[in-house]
């Protein structure tokens, strides 16, 4: 290929060039010559292009290597004047640093703020700053960096405490404030001056050149060339697979290099696609445009010169260098800036910076990346630059942002982001605002790019197109910026900042009239709307504004002239809003109660109204802080309220809630979603700051200018409620006439919504200014309320709360105040209880609540009260008192409108509920009168010495109604009604009234002196008894609707109950009824022979106790189990476990070839059987399993659900308590025994080898015949009784031998991973492997546990053993026997060397339990050829006996560790063994150097060490085979093996039947033994294991724990943060995942690390688990602060991490930002469920639990 060889070429042709150039020289004629630049350009136009882009990949490393020798090299040599090193090295030390500490951010990296000093929450530090500050004891808060920014270690305008970390703590000798370039010489300025001036015009003028086939001025080399790229360009609107797509077609490469060109468009904004001449790259141009072209505009495609290219690679390459040169010494960057900003030739925003900014846009990707880089690190860096470069920014802002805008790439690629640098620090953001007027030319910008308004000059968003909305989102940007310029308030304000302040503010008001009243709705009567409207972008704006409103209000209340001017400022605003309100409205009368108040007739039902009102609401809370100042408290009259109109003023805000109230009536109902959703976020906390709760105060600051009666009477006008109330008999004549249900509901509603509004009106008083209060007072409130309704976690209450711009709630001030702290415990959460004292806070009718928390928190209040002993009433709370400005508001309890309300509904409540009203409404006129109850007795108290008794509530309410009207008095409407038997729930209520009624007389009365007299006579005594025998009655029937409701709770979690406690469950439901089995085997004895658990001598059941009953979990049946019964099962679950392992690297066996016989001491790879212990028939189960099977067939066939489990693999759900299982085991009976004179070890020995040569020569034999083999056959005789065609009968029923059939072939497909074949010779060897595996690894969870080794086991465990263990010792009888006993043959030469067998391993690569377990349970297919009457007993002491010594030797040769301690005398009980111990060990010594002479072996002078190394070492071994024999057995443990305890050893050895002494099993006989070890040691794999020791596996072998995590989750952040992934090699990893069983970093979840497993593609973690876990993973996702299950491709769910923040909280996702802390417990947990093999079992009920689990691609993780 053509392009191959430019490639090659490329040095050689350079050569000449390379090996004669001097950088040396060419600085030195530079130095000489007059014409610098002109010089240089030359020098450039040569060289660059003959670098770089000289085929069509490039080739970076090579270009770059170049650039430096033969471009870079002469500029350094220039500029320093000498050795480039040299010259450098001295700048670096001569230089004096600035304090700052500019950590650039890499992605994920973590970044710290303080909460309490941070100047704003952009403020951040580097870790290592971060641990070296004063914050990491204060409150603090993490994230993750996005990349980009730096750290503000050093910058006193970021903190308000502790700027300086120990690392840049200044040095106070050092001027501070110095000019750098002071520290350099004149020349040197000089020549740094004109490098740089040369190089970064060059850079610059390449980077912003747009013609693509010339070069500009004095670059255009002689020998130009005639190569072109086809240049690709990045763009936001086509996807992924469209340009590999397209790439594909245009440039016929494959679908990687497609895919590897579209990530390079992606990352670096451009990529040449095709290298050749003009008209080959023209080609692909076209076909690419073509095929893009189509919906939208097409890919940005351009044919470039290849010198154009080369010189924009070697601009950018030039920009680096600049950066990393400007490191060595302030001064040289303060030269670099102080070039950047020099005002250019065309004036005004001329310099090489502006030229570089206002084209920001036009250039792509990397080349942003590059020079916003050398802008971070030059200009930001430098303290008198930064404030020149942030007025240029300023300057050219709005150009740059309209750029931005128009713009297709994220802002973190645009040059605007640069603001946050500039603008959040306060010195320069004030500076911007008075010099630059910053703010209005932010705000004005804005408002520019929003201009689609309607004909009142409001915006519409109503009917906004995709690309309005895309403009839209962009421009929201600058909402960003100016909340940057206005996050830190001014201390002080200067007559100019106050003036361009109130200019900003002028135009922040114009922006929020074009919002007033934009987007209306019109109630839609008769049809429902047929689209529904867009309402989501006005209220994104609101919400993004909703911060600066809040901002411009606090520098507003800094200042008293500010807040005066801002308030006439709106004031005009909305009065400007409000012209011509009236305009064509007709003015109507209203009258009442003797009081008559003109208004304008307007139904919110029939005519436009919007809930945008942010002008009203501004003035809201400016009148608020003008109420809160001096000013209003002594000089009310300097305040422009005159100008006010109160009608005007709440019109809006109560048209707004009245739509609210209609919405909630139903009125609303067709007009959709879209008004529902508006209406919920009114309230919602995110918003309801500046809207609801404004709306509220201007109601309130409206009504305390009025007389209360007009007030309430254009309230109701306004709900259209008026005639209800006005016209005394409206209500039963409208009723009568049109019995409309629904009419009459939507009135109720609307009475209660209007009531509560009074609620709120008077009783809100929890705002500073509003009312005499603290912010720390409405916080508390807030968080009173929420506690009221439950117990919270600290996310649940910071949700509920609104935050400020800093992400603050004010909340951690208060909280200990009004909550108890509780931990929480291994799983939920830490939560906040509500301090009882502080119950009195609360008020039913707090205005945050919504219905559902309001009812809620009733039903708590009450229960807790009940729960008290308390009456359980809930009287309105006492509120603080009003500022003097609302203070008139509380007249309103007591106006005669009010009392005509109330009035008007108690008697309406005379009658029994017909639908007139209901019992909210009375509920909320009962709280009224409360409320002016209270506000009465404060009065009095408050009051006491002036004696201002104006607020005379008492007096109202006992006056009766004016004639001619002649209405009963309201306090005599309640005690009538008090005994009304329909009002039982209000009684309460009603009766606590009239209590404080007679307190407040007895009050009043006392204070008149007047001695006070008591009216409550006999009659009254009579009422409280009917009323308590009427509570009892209330009482009894709401526990027993308590009752019921809780029982169908209780049926309806029951199920959900059992999936989340599951062995909690299961484990009381079966020590219920304990089962018969362990219970049984587990008495002592009736049989007289001691507790030994194998051999002759061992325990024997009796026939009684041999019976074994069982129940069939899916028909109930009793089953007794009998060899020749029907089969009974217990459903069990199969898996490969690496839980044991000891060698992670082990690569997996090749499933086909590999012999599992020998187990390897490491353990590497097990198969873990488990069950959940349920019983079934075997045909019951069989039975379930096809119904399983075939409602999966249709379900799959229906939908494309899955299931948690994989039934084409065998699996389902335990029918009883849906635990995953893949198979199920047989229950067998105990095997019986027979007792008579047995050989001992020699005699057996003796005869077992024999029988072994007859069976070995007989196998051979009929291999022989088979495959007719000449080999010689030794004549053997078999020996006495050994029948070697013997076929011993089958005493299992054709149903076990099914299940036998079927357990075994399920082992063996899982443990190996092979398709099922039950012919396999391998599938006995598995199961025994299987029995072994799962015995040892439960030893080591009760030894990590500190269980004792008997009795502590669960009895689904138990059974599981139990069952498992008797299989296995029969599952030779369904196999053939030729291939046990060859199986068997070979496990025994293992022990028994034998020169017939061979590939047998050496005893040092065997694990000797494993070998134990299958010499035990392959022998009976050897025993049942020997009618000699030997028993199988006697077989398994010797094998246990010989196995053991195998064992003693191998801990000998390969655990006896250096001699850490002192020589320790051991009284005389242990002097033998140490003695036996050591000789032993010398023997071995010497058959080993009998071998060779090898040092590994160290003589040992300390039995005492030696035996106490062996005890530990064999001790995990003895304590599986005692667990093992028992189960084999039956035979039951003696007691000290049920605890913890001393006697463990004895009582082990006791029970095995060996001495304690285990060295004596070899001098008892030595003469047998001898000969065995010479051997063992012989085996050339000893020799081989001994000397590459790094493998050698020691004993006892450790328990395997998940990794350490640090305590610390930033730690981990940050360790993530530099992992890169190793695909790549340079990319940061997107979803670092860390592997919590080997401590792996993986690249998860992402296309460049997937690989191929199986032939599907797998993401790294799950191909990680097939190595490392066989398949099943547990994994911390560090971004995601979450662990990660996986099981196979298919299964996985998340888990709680063990992080836990100081309130007793996870962060999954790193949301909050808070520390956290590794809490132990919780980690510990998730290592309990991976070491008892669980984590399956836990995803399948994660996955029951939750469906979406099941749809989640796991193996793309
Ligand atoms: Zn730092
Ligand atoms: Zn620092
Ligand atoms: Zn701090
Ligand atoms: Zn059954
Ligand atoms: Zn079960
Ligand atoms: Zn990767
Ligand atoms: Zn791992």
Redesign the pocket.
């Known amino acids: 290929m053509a392009a191959a060889e430019t490639d090659r070429d490329a040095p050689s042709a350079l050569c000449s060039d390379f090996l004669n150039f001097s950088a040396k020289d060419t600085a030195a004629n530079w130095l000489q010559v007059s014409n610098l630049p002109k010089e240089v350009y030359q020098h450039l136009a040569c060289y660059v292009p003959k670098i770089y882009c000289l085929g069509p990949n490039l080739n970076p490393q090579n270009e770059d290597l170049l650039a430096q020798l033969l471009l870079q090299s002469p500029l350094e040599w220039y500029l320093c004047g000498e050795e480039p090193s040299v010259g450098l090295a001295k700048l670096e030390q001569s230089n004096q640093p600035s304090q700052l500490c500019g950590h650039v951010f890499k992605v994920g990296e973590p970044t710290y703020t303080c909460r309490e000093c941070a100047a704003d929450p952009t403020c951040v530090l580097c870790m290592q700053c971060f641990l070296g500050s004063v914050h990491k004891e204060h409150r603090y808060r993490m994230t993750t960096s996005g990349g980009g920014g730096f750290c503000d270690c050093g910058d006193t305008e970021a903190w308000k405490k502790g700027p300086y970390c120990q690392k840049h703590e200044p040095n106070i000798s050092d001027s501070f404030q110095k000019d750098p370039l002071v520290n350099i010489s004149a020349e040197m300025i000089a020549r740094t001056y004109n490098v740089f001036s040369i190089i970064l015009k060059y850079a610059v003028d390449m980077l912003t050149w747009d013609k693509e086939d010339e070069l500009p001025e004095g670059l255009e080399s002689p020998a130009r060339g005639n190569m072109y790229y086809c240049m690709l360009f990045n763009d936001e609107v086509h996807t992924y697979e469209q340009v590999i797509y397209t790439l594909q077609k245009a440039v016929n490469c494959t679908q990687k290099e497609a895919v590897s060109f579209a990530t390079t468009v992606d990352r670096d904004g451009r990529k040449s696609v095709r290298f050749g001449d003009f008209q080959y790259c023209e080609q692909a141009k076209s076909v690419i445009v073509r095929n893009t072209s189509r919906q939208t505009k097409p890919l940005r495609v351009e044919i470039m010169h290849s010198s154009v290219v080369a010189h924009q690679c070697f601009a950018l390459r030039a920009l680096t260098w600049l950066g990393q040169i400007i490191r060595y010494s302030d001064a040289l960057r303060r030269i670099l800036c102080q070039v950047g900003l020099q005002q250019g030739l065309d004036g005004e925003n001329s310099s090489l910076v502006d030229t570089l900014m206002l084209c920001d846009s036009k250039m792509w990707k990397g080349a942003r990346n590059v020079y916003h880089q050398l802008f971070m690190s030059s200009l930001l860096m430098d303290p008198k630059y930064k404030k020149l470069f942030a007025i240029q920014f300023a300057k050219n802002y709005e150009s740059l942002q309209s750029d931005f805008v128009k713009d297709d790439h994220d802002r973190e690629f645009s040059i605007t982001d640069l603001s946050v640098q500039m603008f959040t620090v306060p010195s320069l953001a004030r500076m911007l605002i008075t010099e630059e007027n910053l703010m209005t030319t932010i705000i004005r910008t804005f408002v520019d790019h929003l201009r689609h308004q309607d004909l009142q000059g409001r915006f519409q968003f109503e009917r906004y197109t995709a690309q309005q909305a895309f403009k839209f989102r962009r421009v929201q940007s600058l909402i960003g910026d100016l909340k940057y310029v206005l996050i830190s308030r001014p201390t002080e304000w200067a007559d100019k900042l106050r003036e361009k302040f109130l200019e900003g503010f002028d135009a922040f008001l114009e922006l929020l009239k074009c919002m007033q009243g934009m987007d209306p709705v019109v109630r839609q009567v008769g049809q429902h709307i047929e689209m529904e409207p867009e309402w989501e972008a006005a209220f994104t704006l609101q919400m993004k504004l909703t911060h600066i409103i809040s901002m411009m209000q606090e520098w507003c209340a800094s200042d008293k002239r500010v807040l005066i001017e801002a308030y006439k400022k709106c004031l005009s605003a909305l009065t400007h809003c409000h012209s011509g309100f009236t305009d064509g409205e007709q003015p109507i009368t209203l009258s009442m109660c003797g009081h008559s108040v003109d208004t304008i007739r307007y139904c919110v039902s029939q005519e436009k109204v919007s809930i945008h009102l942010p002008v009203s609401r501004l003035l809201a809370s400016l009148h608020a802080l003008l109420s809160k100042t001096e000013v209003a408290y002594r000089f009310p009259e300097q305040l422009p309220l005159s100008e006010l109109s109160p009608p005007m003023l709440i019109e809006h805000p109560l048209r707004c809630l009245v739509l609210c109230a209609q919405v909630h009536a139903g009125m609303w109902r067709r007009n959709g979603f879209s008004l529902v959703n508006q209406i919920y976020y009114y309230h919602n906390v995110k918003c309801r700051v500046e809207m609801f709760d404004k709306d509220l105060i201007m109601l309130q600051a409206g009504a305390s200018m009025m007389d209360p009666n007009h007030f309430l009477m254009i309230l109701m006008s306004r709900f259209e409620l008026y005639h209800i109330f006005s016209t005394p008999d409206y209500r039963k004549r409208c009723s009568r006439e049109n019995a409309n249900k629904d009419v009459v509901q939507q009135n109720n509603t609307l009475i209660e919504e209007m009531l509560h509004l009074v609620i709120m009106v008077v009783g809100e008083r929890y705002t500073a200014g509003v009312g005499q209060v603290e912010s720390s007072d409405e916080i508390k409130r807030e968080i009173v309320h929420q506690l009221c309704i439950r117990p919270m976690a600290h996310s649940e209450l910071v949700k509920a709360l609104p935050e400020n711009e800093n992400k603050e709630t004010g909340m951690e001030r208060v909280i200990d105040s009004v909550a108890l702290f509780k931990k929480p415990g291994v799983t939920g959460r830490g939560l906040y209880k509500l301090r009882p004292e502080c119950a009195k806070m609360f008020n039913l009718y707090f205005h945050h609540y919504s219905r559902a928390d309001q009812s809620k928190a009733e039903e708590a209040q009450r229960k807790i009260k009940r729960q008290n002993g308390e009456d359980s009433v809930l009287p309105p709370p006492v509120l603080p008192r009003f500022c003097p400005l609302f203070a008139s508001l509380v007249n309103i309890l007591q106006c005669d409108v009010l009392l005509g309300i109330l009035g008007a509904v108690l008697q309406w409540a005379m009658e029994p509920s017909g639908g007139h009203w209901s019992e909210s409404m009375l509920q909320r006129v009962l709280h009224l009168i409360g409320m002016g109850l209270v506000e009465e007795q404060q009065h009095l108290i408050s009051s006491s010495e002036d004696h201002d008794t104006s607020f005379n509530f008492t007096l109202k309410i006992s006056r009766p109604g004016e004639a001619p009207g002649n209405t009963p008095s309201i306090l005599a409407l309640l005690e009538t009604l008090q005994n009304a038997p329909h009002l039982e729930v209000h009684k309460d209520m009603i009766r606590w009234i009239l209590k404080t009624v007679t307190n407040i007389k007895t009050t009043r009365e006392c204070t008149a002196s007047a001695p006070p007299t008591d009216s409550s006579g006999h009659s009254q005594e009579e009422t409280v008894r009917d009323k308590d025998k009427a509570e009892r009655k209330r009482k009894a029937e709401m526990a027993r609707l308590r009752r019921e409701k809780i029982m169908a709770q209780m049926s309806e979690m029951q199920r959900h109950f059992i999936n989340e406690n599951k062995e909690l469950f299961q484990q009381s439901l079966e020590e219920l009824d304990v089962s018969p089995t362990s219970s049984l085997e587990h008495s002592p004895s009736s049989c007289d022979s001691a507790l030994v658990c194998v051999g002759p001598r061992r325990w024997h059941a009796g026939g009684s106790e041999r019976r074994q009953m069982v129940t069939c979990i899916l028909c109930q049946e009793e089953q007794e189990i009998r060899a020749d019964g029907k089969a009974m099962v217990l459903a069990a679950f199969v898996q490969r476990s690496t839980v044991m392992s000891k060698n ?1 690297k082990r690569p997996p066996h090749n499933p086909d070839k590999y012999d599992p016989l020998f187990m390897h001491p490491d353990l590497s790879f097990g198969t873990h059987t488990g069950s959940c212990g349920h019983i079934m028939h075997s045909h019951c189960w069989q039975r379930y399993f096809e119904a399983v099977q075939a409602k999966e067939q249709r379900r799959q066939q229906r939908l494309r659900v899955h299931t948690s489990y994989d039934v084409e693999n065998g699996e389902f759900l335990c029918p009883l308590c849906e635990c995953l299982s893949n198979t199920v085991i047989p229950l067998l009976p105990l095997t019986k025994t027979t007792c008579s004179d047995q050989p001992d070890l020699s005699q057996w020995l003796n005869i077992t080898s024999l029988q072994m040569k007859a069976l070995h020569s007989a196998h051979k034999k009929t291999n022989c015949a088979e495959g007719a083999n000449t080999g010689s056959v030794e004549g053997c005789s078999s020996p006495h009784g050994f029948k070697l065609d013997y076929t011993p009968k089958n005493p299992y029923s054709s149903t076990i031998k099914e299940m036998l059939t079927t357990f075994g072939t399920a082992t063996y497909k899982v443990g190996l991973k092979v398709h099922p074949n039950e012919q396999d010779p391998r599938v006995p060897i598995v199961c025994w492997g299987s029995c072994g595996y799962t015995i040892q690894s439960i030893e080591r969870l009760l030894v990590d546990e500190e269980k004792p080794l008997f009795g502590s086991l669960p009895c689904r465990q138990d059974d599981c053993l139990s069952s498992l263990t008797r299989f296995s010792s029969a599952c030779w009888t369904v196999s053939s026997h030729t291939t046990v006993q060859s199986h068997f043959i070979r496990l025994f030469a293992a022990l028994v060397p034998d020169s017939r067998v061979e590939n047998i391993p050496c005893i040092l690569d065997i694990d000797m339990f494993h070998l134990l377990v299958s010499l035990v349970l392959s022998h009976p297919a050897v025993l049942c050829l020997d009618s000699s009457g030997m028993s199988a007993d006697t077989a398994q002491l010797h094998f246990l006996h010989l196995v053991t010594v195998a064992h003693l030797v191998q801990i000998l040769l390969t655990s006896i560790p250096e001699e850490v301690r002192m020589e320790q005398e051991s009284a005389g009980a242990e002097r033998e063994e140490e003695e036996s111990v050591c000789m032993l060990y010398n023997t071995l010594r010497t058959h080993l150097g009998r071998v060779l002479c090898f040092s590994w072996l160290r003589e040992v002078s300390s039995g005492w060490h030696l035996w106490h190394c062996v005890k530990a070492g064999i001790l995990p071994y003895l304590r599986a085979a005692a667990l093992f024999f028992h189960y084999l057995n039956g035979a039951p443990a003696p007691p000290e093996l049920h605890a913890l305890g001393a006697g463990e050893w004895e009582a082990l050895c006791g029970y095995l039947c060996l001495p304690s002494n285990l060295v004596q099993l070899y001098n008892n006989n030595q003469e047998l033994m001898e000969p065995l070890l010479q051997r063992w040691c012989s085996h050339p794999g000893v020799l081989q294991s001994l000397q590459t020791s790094a493998a050698l596996i020691g004993f006892p072998r450790e328990s395997n724990y998940l990794i350490e995590l640090p305590e610390d989750y930033s730690a981990l952040i940050n360790q993530a943060s530099s992992f890169t992934c190793p695909k790549s090699g340079v990319d940061k990893s997107r979803a670092p995942t860390l ?6 970093m ?1 690249c998860s979840q992402s296309y460049c690390c997937q690989t191929e497993l199986e032939g599907e593609d797998v993401g790294a973690c799950t191909a ?2 097939f ?3 066989a398949g099943v ?1 547990i ?1 911390l996702r560090v971004r995601e602060s979450q662990v990660l299950f996986l099981a196979g491709k298919t299964k996985g769910c998340f888990y709680a991490p063990p992080y836990l923040d100081d309130y007793g909280e996870t962060d999954q996702g790193l949301r909050r930002g808070n520390p956290l802390h590794l809490c132990q417990e919780r980690y510990r947990k998730i290592q309990k469920l991976w070491r008892q093999h669980s984590i399956t079992e836990e995803i399948g009920h994660a996955q029951e639990a939750n469906q979406t689990l099941v749809g989640i691609d796991w193996q793309h993780l």
């Not at 592997?1635 to 792996?1640: E, Q």
């Open positions: 992670r592997c919590l069983v080997c401590g792996a993986l990680h688990t190595a490392c876990g993973g994994f």
